[in-house]
């Protein structure tokens, strides 16, 4: 006799089951997210993360024709 297979859980049904997890697999899905976090460099003496993204943008134009032209060459 063939297997039959079951029919998907309705939407309702996973957000019920998502919404009403154990305390433990809510604390180990945290542990992993947190264990996948890559630090980040600190800031130079003396700097705010403004100044330095600031300083990343100095090299780029006003004017669009440096990325059209890059645009252009990739299509």
């Known amino acids: 006799m063939p297997q039959t297979i079951p029919a998907p859980a309705s939407f309702e049904e996973r957000l019920e089951k998502y919404l009403n997890r154990p305390q433990e697999e809510i604390e180990a899905m945290h542990h992993e997210r947190r264990s996948k976090i890559?630090?980040?460099r600190p800031l130079p003496e003396g700097k705010t993360l403004t100044d330095v993204f600031v300083g990343c943008?100095?090299?780029?134009?006003?004017?669009?024709?440096?990325?059209l032209a890059a645009l252009e060459e990739l299509s």
């Open 38 to 40: 890559i630090p980040g």
């Open 57 to 67: 943008m100095a090299d780029i134009d006003d004017d669009d024709t440096e990325i």
